[in-house]
């Protein structure tokens, strides 16, 4: 079955490259039934993400954020935001070969390129560089990485962890530097402005799935790599993807992503099933988006390229780089030593993650070919603004740098697509939840809303009740977890159907817009999922209906919960007019918001005036903020 819908997915993106979107959409209905008769979990999900990514490729759909945001209402889960074994392959492949590389050395800046939240790495590398040095340890940290939040706290909690780390080893000197690169240009830039404080200083530079992101935009590998290499670093360690993703053929991605990421999936699922729930859903989230910008992207900003060792191997030797013997235990660290379909291999000198028989990961370390030094690199001026990057922190101190090239201030949720066409209702329902996905991703980023859920009315006959109630059911491609802690809270509602006139839902199907002040005060045949909601700390819901111009037949009702933390009613009226407010402005020409006008206040007024289940709900004061306030 797994075959036939690669197949079927090849078909579909032959049909839309040919520009036949009449038969893709035949396809892609097809592909919808197969998938949903007879095919496991990963599976299941796998397609969708596909389909889902050749369906943003036709209309430009595309998030506005390249990597998924890091969850803002808990930072305890963001060290499992990356997937568990691409994270502990980086400590058992490079971790050993960096501390040979720095022997006796005492002054140590680490140069990190990397998306990976998890400072247990570095803190490791600290504990391990004391033991090798003894005392007199002075380390610098520069990271240079996409901004994943515009909540800081995940930042600041892992300097927190990491400043307590180095006075705890009694380091001499600790600097801890953050560089945000969000676009190749940002990542060029950062680099150019890097330089050695000292001749005695040991700089390592540690690539972790970022360098790849520099394939695509002429000379910016060979410029990033020509400063790191005067820079003389005593080693540069690169973790990439085993995969080539880099063809311009669109089937021949397809036909080479989809086994790699079938195996992921196939992992995520049955590998870890001591690990929670909340860490499944975020390495979901991540491969995700990987896939669209994989099979979706063309541009250079945001596209994933990613090719093999061999293929960065003759790169770094025509760069002037030349290999470093790499030391790897295959069963350090706990996830390795009883996993047994991962396995960590020799190839060409280099560590190799493989699960059975696919690659996932390898790593290789370098260091520039010896030259003569006219010791005019290191004594440069920076180039570029020269305040993108600080030169030191004292401990405990947070720097956080904004590149300029970094569109600060929009309040586009997405890049403006093609129309769609009227005659694919396959491809627009594919469509519709995308595009929901990502305001609801953007919105409960935003607002620190803990979670959104998307309902959607069946129209069909066999979707009706015996009286004629329309019901609603979960669309959970188009649901957002924003606090992992409520991520099974989903999988309870996915598994019920709610009438219309029932739920904060079924309500809204009715009256367009409808908000209570806590969910978990309510009688269940008011909202079955109370007790849940209980459980999962929900309280204050709000649910709007949009009509997709696309799909006039399709109601879609988004369910908001608001921040569990937020009690008073007047903080949550004021929360509602904003979450209205950003919806009508980012609408574009598929939405429309049923039931309001420009004065969003208004319109959640009429709301407040309801009652359900003998609760007053937000009565007018006569006061609300307009939206031109709320912004």
């Known amino acids: 079955m797994t ?43 796998l397609v969708r993400f596909y389909a889902e990514a050749l369906v943003r490729r036709l209309y430009k759909l595309y998030p506005r954020n390249c990597t998924p945001l890091v969850p803002s209402t808990d930072s305890f889960y963001i060290r499992s935001l990356r997937f568990l074994p691409f994270v502990w392959f980086i400590e058992d492949s490079c971790h050993h070969s960096i501390l040979d590389a720095v022997v006796g050395k005492k002054k140590v800046h680490l ?86 404080a000292s001749e005695d200083e040991a700089i390592v530079v540690k690539w972790e799935f970022e360098l790849h992101k520099l394939i695509l935009l002429p000379g910016a590998l060979e410029k990033v790599l020509s400063k790191l290499k005067d820079l ?109 379909q991962y396995i960590i291999e020799g190839k060409n000198g280099c560590p190799v993650l493989r699960r059975y028989n696919v690659p996932l990961v390898f790593a290789s370390a370098w260091k520039p070919e010896l030259v003569q030094s006219d010791g005019g690199s290191d004594n440069k001026e920076n180039v570029g603004n020269p305040e993108s990057i600080s030169s030191c922190l004292e401990l405990n101190d947070l720097s956080i740098i904004q590149n300029e090239c970094e569109e600060e201030g929009d309040p586009t949720i997405m890049r403006e697509g093609n129309m769609w066409s009227p005659e694919c209702p396959s491809i627009n329902e594919i469509a519709a939840s995308s595009e929901i996905f990502d305001i609801l991703e953007s919105v409960c980023h935003v607002y620190k809303l803990p979670l959104a859920l998307t309902w959607i009315s069946d129209g069909r006959e066999t979707a009706k009740k015996s009286e004629g109630k329309i019901l609603l059911r979960v669309e959970e491609t188009a649901c957002y977890v924003n606090d992992l802690g409520a991520s099974e809270f989903v999988e309870i509602c996915a598994g019920f159907d709610l009438e219309e006139g029932q739920g904060v839902a079924g309500k809204a199907l009715l009256s367009n817009i409808y908000f209570v002040p806590d969910v978990s005060d309510l009688y269940p045949d008011d909202y ?104």
């Not at 078909?11 to 095919?39: C, H, P, R």
């Not at 590398?125 to 990485?145: A, C, P």
Request: aromatic content about 10%; glycine content about 4%; some cysteine.
């Open 3 to 45: 075959t036939l819908l690669l197949n079927k997915l090849l078909d579909s993106a032959k049909a839309i490259e040919d520009g036949d979107l009449n038969l893709a959409d035949s396809i892609f209905k097809e592909i919808k039934y197969l998938n949903d008769v007879d095919t496991s979990t990963e599976t299941r999900k």
């Open 232 to 340: 003389r670093p005593e080693i540069m360690v690169i973790v990439e993807q085993e995969a080539n993703h880099n063809n311009p053929d669109i089937l021949d991605r397809v036909a080479r992503s989809f086994p790699y990421y079938s195996s992921v999936f196939d992992s995520i699922e049955k590998d870890f099933i001591e690990f929670n729930l909340e860490s499944k859903i975020s390495w979901e989230m991540d491969f995700r988006r990987q896939i669209t910008n994989v099979v979706a992207r063309e541009d250079i900003e945001n596209a994933e390229r990613h090719e093999t060792q061999a293929w960065w191997r003759e790169q770094l030797h025509h760069l002037g780089f030349h290999p470093v013997r790499q030391w790897f235990n295959h069963s350090r660290g706990r996830l390795f030593s009883d996993k047994a």
């Open 111 to 196: 140069i990190n390129f990397s998306n990976i939240e998890f400072q247990k790495l570095i803190a490791d590398l600290m504990s391990d560089l004391v033991k090798q040095v003894g005392s007199g340890l002075s380390f610098q940290v520069t990271n240079i990485r996409p901004k994943l939040s515009n909540n800081e706290d995940y930042l600041q909690e892992m300097d927190l962890v990491l400043s307590a780390e180095a006075k705890t080893l009694g380091l001499t000197d600790f600097k801890l530097n953050h560089v945000f690169a969000n676009t190749v240009a940002g990542f060029v830039e950062s680099t150019l402005n890097l330089k050695r």
């Open 528 to 631: 079955p999922f109370v007790y849940e909601a209980w459980k999962f700390g929900l309280h204050g819901a709000v649910a709007i209906k949009l009509r997709s111009t696309y799909r006039s037949s399709v109601d879609y009702i988004l369910e908001f919960f608001l921040p569990s933390k937020m009690r008073e009613i007047s903080e949550k009226q004021l929360l509602v007019n904003t979450i209205l407010s950003t919806l009508q402005k980012n609408r574009r020409n598929s939405w429309i918001v049923c039931g309001i006008d420009l004065n969003v206040a208004d319109a959640v007024s009429e709301v407040t005036a309801a009652e359900m289940s003998g609760i007053t709900l937000m009565p007018n004061s006569g006061n609300s903020p307009s939206a031109s306030k709320v912004d």
